[in-house]
């Protein structure tokens, strides 16, 4: 997965399905950085972070081979595995 540098003034989902109907927004390593408006003289906020953007059906089957995997160490967590 492709990440590239990413800022906001609010502080961003770390998985973001909602604001496009095609896209999803992944983010990591998100860190609040404090500076001084230049105009304004007001110490602000903004939100750096590390995004990936991918298609909402390459998300789902992230998705899926996740839950595959999950599946798969619950049933040898119960069953053992082959011996």
Do not use: C, W
């Not at 609040?32 to 089957?61: C, L, N, P, R, S």
């Amino acid at each position: 997965m492709n990440y590239h540098k990413s800022s906001g003034d609010e502080y961003p989902k770390l998985v973001d399905i909602t604001s496009s109907p095609t896209t999803v927004y992944l983010r990591k390593n998100i860190r609040a950085v404090e500076f001084t408006d230049d105009i304004t003289g007001e110490t602000k906020t903004e939100y750096q972070y590390d995004e990936a953007i991918i298609t909402k059906d390459e998300y789902m089957d992230i998705l899926r081979n996740q839950t595959e995997e999950l599946e798969n160490a619950l049933a040898e967590l119960l069953f053992g595995g082959d011996e």
